[in-house]
């Protein structure tokens, strides 16, 4: 079982910068994919970027592809996304995942349904 908690989410103003983070206590998260997921209000929650534990890569939605980056520090236990040049568009209530990787997997996961874990969320709101 991983339980997994957010932090650092925020107001900021158009073109700003916010760190997330994510705490995983109860595993390590050696071994497990994870991801960001945000859902504003009225919107189905839709992908960010995820970790996929396979290739050690991170993969991006188009939306914030080149201005979010996700990192991880096994060592913590914790998962960061750094959102860089905030748009409107980008408040949301941001969401951390994780599920244990399978190396048969043949790509990262990308939709909610592929995570077993969620973090309670935490508000980012960006004013123009």
């Known amino acids: 079982q991983v339980q997994l908690v957010e932090f650092g989410g925020g107001l900021v103003q158009v073109g700003g910068s916010l760190r997330l983070s994510c705490v995983a206590s109860g595993r390590t998260f050696s071994g497990y994919d994870m991801g960001w997921f945000r859902q504003a209000p009225g919107k189905e929650r839709e992908f960010v970027a995820a970790f996929w534990w396979k290739t050690g890569n991170a993969y991006y939605a188009d939306s914030v592809k080149g201005r979010f980056a996700i990192f991880r520090d096994n060592a913590k236990n914790t998962m960061y996304l750094q959102m860089n040049n905030l748009k409107p568009e980008d408040t949301a209530v941001y969401y951390c995942?994780?599920?244990?990787?399978?190396?048969?997997?043949?790509?990262?996961?990308?939709?909610?349904?592929?995570?077993?874990?969620w973090g309670q969320g935490t508000q980012v709101t960006v004013s123009s």
């Open positions: 995942a994780a599920v244990p990787s399978k190396m048969s997997r043949g790509s990262y996961p990308s939709t909610k349904d592929e995570y077993s874990y």
